[in-house]
């Protein structure tokens, strides 16, 4: 698992930040019928929620991307790159997952609140 | 006259005058069963094809075919139901739906092959139907019920009357039976005639598309019950027993054999299934349409959810691990609420996602541009939807803009351009909820869809897409190369058989005629072997069979096989293709008396205009294709249907039908062909015939 440096109160409070509609990502879940569902993710807590089971599945590539231009945390961007390049498709979910709450938690620890922030769009 | 498969009469119900007659099922037997005689009765019965769906003028067929309650596997259990619906975008279009289960084998012995439904009560009954008595009775101790609550009150009233049925000494033939009667109901959606209103049979037997709920709900009908104690008689019931031994032996999953993942195929899937994104605690047990093989749903020990199997079980389950990071009890309470209220999950599973972006976007809200009572904030957890349930089944609040569809409401709001144009209403065509299968990547889906009057729900190539994906999950090599599996399919897709380009999903081969073969082919087959011989969706077409060592299915040998020894016809697989054309043909001619012209056969503006990237669906969406001069399985990610290209790709599709490339409409030639004159007649009155 990467080693992350540490965090400022300000890209602690960016990272937990609930991103506008418009700047979404989705994670997809595939259940026994309907094919890949599309599931919105506004934040990195909800990255966590939706990764945590139910065959998720997402392209690193565009996380990524979000993590350093949205949520502005181009180490947590290139640690989920370098951990997730070999990783067979399902197989990118728990490690990635792992990545954003280990991040999270090191911003919540900076920040010691629970409630996340709402950026303008 | 009862004969192979047949029991010889359809009832005809009047609501309007409540009367009953017969219907002789001989008539219409050159049109095979289910959709192809619905599709014959209603051009015949709905003298205005312009009406909504919720006129008493409308027509709606239920019907069998005569695979219906036999030992034909996977075969035996569904019933279509045709009639003008009321989800329809922006025209209500004739439309179909079907449902699983017992009814269709109940019907079949109480003697009927189906059931036509005219005109509209004047107050709310159900049907009584035993044997073959139908008795119009009044539904005000039913009418406000859920469909469970419904079912079960027509069990305990039929349990309870004097009819002797369940009397000791009774024999079969003397009217006893032990049985409960097959109902089939709306719950408050359908009552309250919203356009989300489905048909629901036992606890998860569903008619959900379509609206055919706010049907029942406008002719105050709200149940038919249904019970039987005759038997059908078969042409050659060894030759059926042996056919069903024989599929069994060749193509199912032999004992202790590892089962390779597939998509819905033939001999696959064994029961039951698991519910998503939970399952209801406590033991479960396997349960199946009649005469299936596959048992594809459960009954659990709590009695929720049970007999769920389908996308109503993930139906809420974004929510729920968004809200939860994991599926909890808040997953089946919906998938449960659906089914008890009469909801249909597709449309409500995209819709949810609609509402959750305009919360999201601050458009809808207490007090917002779109004023709603629902705590969006509590999206996710088991109250919210029960809410959202609640009042879309009754019409209140937003459930009120609603009542027509989602389309519809985005109109209504002002909304449906630019939340189109923004991609975040995923109703792709005719109004009708994105089914997981986008069209930008999974081309037949999308194509098939929109030349037909709903979402499709087809799975015959999307199998494909199933195969690789669990393949993928289970870290397995697919048992075929996408080379062998073009093959194999191909080879089956008569009369175009051995053009391996129709199942070719590159971006290049994407408005070929050949792929507008795979599409006509898919209309044709369908029409007959599944909506009309009633070929169970899940089961067939079978083109890849990975329980045999050449991994060639059961599709082109099983349909005829089984429709024969039932039958005492004699006719081939490309027969019944040749009918499902003539059946296609006939439904055509519906939708262009109802306003169809090539002109309006247009996806929503986001599939030509948004490309489907990987980072909102997927990220690998794989389906067989070329890439040069190679087979592989490729992703159809990354790609928007271009404007021009479907133009193309639809006069491709128009030529191959016969049908005037500029309209849409069929020719005359190509209707006589058919022996559709009596078509050709009505669309040329109507100043609607092709190439005139």
């Given at each position: 698992m990467a080693e992350f440096t540490e965090m400022t109160v300000e890209a602690a409070e960016k990272l937990r930040a609930e991103q506008p509609y418009e700047h979404r990502i989705h994670v997809s879940l595939l259940g026994k019928h309907g094919g890949f569902q599309p599931v919105p993710v506004l934040s990195a807590s909800d990255f966590v929620k939706v990764t945590t089971g139910l065959n998720p599945v997402f392209s690193a590539e565009a996380l990524a991307r979000w993590v350093t231009e949205?949520?502005?945390d181009a180490e947590l961007g290139e640690a989920i790159s370098a951990e997730c390049a070999d990783l067979a498709l399902f197989a990118q979910a728990p490690v990635a997952c792992a990545l954003v709450a280990e991040r999270l938690a090191q911003a919540e620890e900076v920040l010691g609140i629970a409630e996340p922030a709402v950026v303008e769009a | 006259m009862a004969t192979g498969g047949y029991v010889g009469k359809i009832l005809r119900l009047d609501l309007t005058a409540r009367t009953s007659s017969v219907i002789e099922t001989e008539k219409y037997v050159q049109w095979g069963g289910g959709h192809g005689i619905g599709s014959a009765i209603f051009w015949e019965?709905?003298?205005?094809?312009?009406?909504?769906?919720?006129?008493?003028?409308n027509v709606v067929t239920l019907m069998t075919s005569?695979?219906?309650?036999?030992?034909?596997p996977s075969a035996s259990g569904r019933v279509e139901i045709q009639g003008?619906?009321?989800?329809?975008?922006p025209i209500n279009w004739f439309t179909r739906s079907n449902f699983g289960g017992r009814f269709g084998g109940q019907l079949k012995y109480a003697g009927w092959d189906g059931i036509v439904l005219e005109g509209k009560a004047d107050s709310p009954i159900w049907i009584d139907i035993i044997n073959d008595k139908a008795v119009f009775r009044d539904a005000k101790d039913l009418w406000g019920k859920d469909t469970q609550e419904t079912q079960q009150l027509i069990w305990e009233l039929k349990e309870n009357e004097?009819?002797?049925?369940?009397?000791?000494?009774?024999?079969r033939d003397s009217g006893r039976t032990t049985q409960k009667p097959a109902v089939i109901t709306i719950g408050p959606a359908g009552e309250n005639q919203s356009a989300l209103g489905c048909l629901v049979h036992d606890a998860g037997n569903a008619a959900g598309q379509g609206g055919f709920g706010a049907v029942f709900g406008s002719k105050n009908l709200k149940a038919i019950s249904v019970v039987g104690t005759g038997s059908i008689e078969i042409a050659d019931p060894a030759g059926l027993f042996n056919a069903r031994i024989w599929a069994k032996d060749e193509y199912a999953a032999a004992p202790g054999q590892q089962v390779e993942p597939n998509g819905?195929?033939?001999?696959?899937?064994?029961?039951p299934v698991f519910l998503y994104a939970k399952n209801p605690d406590g033991p479960m047990g396997p349960q199946a349409c009649?005469?299936?093989?596959?048992?594809c749903r459960a009954r659990f020990e709590t009695g929720i959810a049970n007999e769920s199997s389908c996308q109503e079980t993930s139906m809420y389950k974004a929510f729920d691990v968004l809200a939860h990071g994991e599926g909890t009890d808040a997953s089946y309470i919906a998938t449960d609420l659906v089914q008890k209220m009469g909801v249909n999950s597709y449309e409500l599973m995209q819709g949810m996602g609609y509402l959750y972006a305009l919360s999201k976007m601050g458009?809808?809200?207490?007090?917002?541009?779109?004023?709603?009572?629902?705590?969006?904030?509590?999206?996710?957890e088991a109250d919210f939807v029960i809410d959202l349930v609640d009042k879309i089944s009754n019409r209140e609040d937003i459930g009120e803009d609603l009542a027509d569809g989602f389309v519809r409401a985005a109109e209504k709001w002002g909304r449906l351009e630019k939340d189109y144009a923004a991609g975040?209403?995923?109703?792709?065509?005719?109004?009708?909820?994105?089914?997981?299968?986008?069209p930008r990547a999974e081309l037949e889906w999308g194509y098939s869809s929109i030349m037909g009057?709903?979402?499709?729900?087809?799975?015959g190539f999307n199998a494909n897409f199933w195969s690789v994906i669990k393949h993928m999950m289970a870290g397995m090599e697919m048992p075929v190369s996408a080379e062998e599996y073009a093959k194999i399919t191909t080879s089956k897709?008569?009369?175009?058989?051995?053009?391996?380009?129709?199942?070719?999903?590159?971006t290049e081969n994407m408005y070929s005629e050949s792929f507008a073969k795979l599409v006509v082919w898919q209309r044709h087959y369908t029409r007959f072997w599944?909506?009309?011989?009633?070929?169970?969706d899940f089961r067939?077409?079978?083109?890849?069979?990975?329980?045999?060592e050449d991994n060639v299915g059961i599709t082109g040998d099983g349909e005829p096989k089984f429709w024969n020894v039932i039958t005492g016809q004699d006719i081939t697989f490309l027969d019944g293709i040749e009918l499902g054309r003539k059946i296609w043909n006939l439904d055509n001619a519906i939708w262009i008396l109802q306003g169809r012209h090539r002109d309006m056969v247009q996806f929503a503006s986001y599939i030509y205009d948004i490309p489907l990237e990987n980072s909102l669906v997927g990220p690998y969406y794989p389906m067989a294709g070329k890439v040069g001069d190679e087979w592989a399985y490729i992703n159809t990610l990354g790609r928007s249907i271009d404007r021009d290209g479907f133009e193309e790709w639809k006069t491709h599709f128009y030529n191959l039908e016969g049908w005037?490339?500029?309209?849409g409409w069929p020719t005359r030639e190509t209707l006589e062909g058919l022996d559709l004159a009596f078509v050709a007649d009505a669309l040329a009155e109507a100043e609607k015939l092709g190439g005139v």
């Open positions: 949205r949520l502005g | 019965l709905c003298t205005d094809k312009t009406v909504t769906g919720r006129d008493p003028k005569p695979l219906s309650g036999t030992m034909a003008i619906g009321t989800a329809g975008y004097e009819h002797g049925w369940t009397e000791i000494g009774k024999t819905p195929t033939f001999g696959v899937d064994p029961a009649q005469g299936c093989i596959n048992g458009v809808l809200g207490k007090g917002l541009e779109i004023d709603t009572d629902i705590d969006m904030s509590r999206i996710g975040i209403l995923d109703f792709p065509y005719w109004g009708y909820a994105n089914h997981g299968y986008d009057d709903r979402d499709m729900n087809e799975h897709m008569v009369p175009y058989q051995d053009d391996m380009s129709m199942v070719d999903y590159s599944k909506q009309s011989a009633l070929y169970c067939y077409p079978d083109f890849t069979n990975y329980n045999r005037d490339v500029a309209s």
